[in-house]
T-cell receptor, first 115, second 118 residues
Framework: GAGVSQSPSNKVTEKGKDVELRCDPISGHTALYWYRQRLGQGLEFLIYFQGNSAPDKSGLPSDRFSAERTGESVSTLTIQRTQQEDSAVYLC?????????????FGPGTRLTVT | AQSVTQLDSQVPVFEEAPVELRCNYSSSVSVYLFWYVQYPNQGLQLLLKYLSGSTLVKGINGFEAEFNKSQTSFHLRKPSVHISDTAEYFCAVSDSLLFYNQGGKLIFGQGTELSVKP
């Protein structure tokens, strides 16, 4: 079946503008994660959604970052008033719940460049 | 807080040679450990995982890793690499005691770029 998809694949924006990144998880996956990968660094956890539970937002770096998820489907990550340090690849992953929650399937990412 | 250290940022190796990519984690509490691979222009794929049981874990494409609790390490090995193994490899850890309550949040290392030369 289809994997995790993300759009856009690339986004160039000016400093101060808002951007919205989209993630379509694998159908039936109840858990969804957003990570950020800065150049030359590992993945940094941002936020986690599981079913109807309150999301784990502990990784969001500032209040300019927010994310929503509609049920167990699409998620959007919004960055307001973008800064140059927000430039990174933003990765989305999804997994089944329960005992399979550890096996995360990653999308190809959105490369965000803030000029 | 948990942290993961991948000791080598780049590992060049010739085809058919053995390779070891090193990974150490910070916490001594129960952990789940993972290796992910990212091929050029592709998303991350799970290579192998350690949850419990045997400390030697086998994954896809002939890779294996050994969990060493006393040394807090989870090094990745392959006895003979191929050109197609050229990729970036990420080690990741999660606190197993929190895993199911707080979701599968993973802490990643900075990655090791494996470059296999003919």
């Amino acid at each position: 079946g289809a994997g995790v998809s993300q759009s856009p694949s690339n986004k160039v924006t000016e400093k101060g503008k808002d951007v919205e990144l989209r993630c379509d998880p694998i159908s039936g996956h109840t858990a969804l994660y957003w990570y950020r990968q800065r150049l030359g660094q590992g993945l940094e956890f941002l936020i986690y959604f599981q079913g109807n539970s309150a999301p784990d937002k502990s990784g969001l770096p500032s209040d300019r970052f927010s994310a929503e998820r509609t049920g167990e489907s699409v998620s959007t990550l919004t960055i307001q008033r973008t800064q140059q340090e927000d430039s990174a690849v933003y990765l989305c992953a999804s997994s089944r719940g329960g005992s399979e929650i550890y096996e995360q399937y990653f999308g190809p990412g959105t490369r965000l460049t803030v000029t | 807080a948990q942290s993961v250290t991948q000791l080598d940022s780049q590992v060049p190796v010739f085809e058919e040679a053995p390779v070891e990519l090193r990974c150490n984690y910070s916490s001594s509490v129960s952990v789940y450990l993972f290796w992910y691979v990212q091929y050029p222009n592709q998303g991350l794929q799970l290579l192998l995982k350690y949850l419990s049981g045997s400390t030697l874990v086998k994954g896809i494409n002939g890779f294996e890793a050994e969990f060493n609790k006393s040394q807090t390490s989870f090094h990745l090995r392959k006895p003979s690499v191929h050109i197609s193994d050229t990729a970036e490899y990420f080690c990741a850890v999660s606190d197993s005691l929190l895993f199911y309550n707080q979701g599968g949040k993973l802490i990643f290392g900075q990655g090791t770029e494996l470059s296999v030369k003919p």
